[in-house]
């Protein structure tokens, strides 16, 4: 059920490419991503765009959920909240995801993105999971 | 109130220029901005990236509450929640915001993403207004 | 597809009854459901619990979808956000709800609860759909 | 900065007792509360309703943020999302609450809601904190 090689998930991912993403972890419903802050992630305000920050949420549960994908099932994001307690204007962040109940059809996933020991912001989704060869809901 | 330039706003936005994202109009609590999707947008299922669509909606209602802040305000996001309805892989994202309701100290927002004419993921917002020299909640 | 009688729907619902709750439309994936203030619904501050009016939204997207399942679907509540505008110490509140989007295995709703015109609360919301003799998600 | 006598914070919680809710703690930041399903909680489908559920969540929260409040401080709930796991029909639904940030003028909270051991839903909440002579945002 796990995944032992998560540069593969990571491979094929543009957009993380474009932002700086890399998993460092990908095993038994745990993901752990993270990207260094460069200029490109600015908002207007010069902190760290929120759609960065949801970015690593995303991405990251959706490699925790992959490691519990059988091999011809796909998950796609239905809906996720976020919620901001720091802006953030450099060093490192790092997101843990985590896959909190897996169903048939529904996950249901959890993040945190920390710069540090700080808690930086917080995210809980749901995924549609179906069959390569199905289609969505 | 509104706000003539939305050109002013964007030219600040390091993150938006590198997704490609531009507002088209910013003025009385609404704001619209797109972007074409391009190949760095994709994610490992080579469909556009949660994270570019929300970046959309969380960089839009920014815009859409600037227009309602007075000279002293600024803005940061509190929480988002968004929901995708249907995978996109090409073409123009264009997202509408607005705010439904500002407060003294929070506002609400909510945007539409739209490819052509269908609906591809909706999103609702809490932002926080503060004065420029005072802090965050 | 349509539901004429809503009634029907709401006869069985000892919860609607506990909070005085009634439907005065469910059909073509709308619904009208709505409540009159009572000394029971008050939270410790006096003022309607937040409790109260979520369960109008999270029954009235119940009964706009039922106006859109076949005989033998069922239908329920994945995740719900709603957002609080304005407290309310009496009157009547009125909850209209609506399906936005209804695919094969997931539908997604709206409610707006006012109280007169005065908008009080917005909820959006994810259910699932299956059929009576399968299972959940 | 702790609530010694839950009671208290309880007693003026009209819409509490019609659903039969009781905290059993309230303090630091930390709340438990609980109730007895019984007949009136079920929805048309012969299940506890998500509004109870969601009533212990957003009650929770306020008593977990209560015990973090100074004399002259008070708080409202600006959002909450939830999400269900399960169906539940009998027994006991406990509800544990936690204020994971209080900024000055903000805070976020979670509840976990259990029977016996296992997780029924869970829920996440944004809390607006002000002067008891003051106004909303």
Known sequence: MSQSDPQKHEGHNPFG???GLHFTSIEDGHSRC?????????????????GVIYS???TGMGGALYSRL?????????EIKIVYFRPVTSG???CDSEVIRRGRRLAFTESEIRRGDRLIAKATGTFSIFK????LG
Do not use: Q
């Open 17 to 19: 490419e474009l932002l």
């Open 34 to 50: 993270s990207l260094e802050i460069r200029e490109g992630h600015f908002n207007p305000y010069g902190v760290v765009h929120g």
């Open 56 to 58: 690593l949420a995303d």
């Open 70 to 78: 059988k091999g011809d099932e796909r998950c796609s994001t239905v």
């Open 92 to 94: 490192t962040l790092t």
């Open 132 to 135: 390569a060869d199905g289609g």
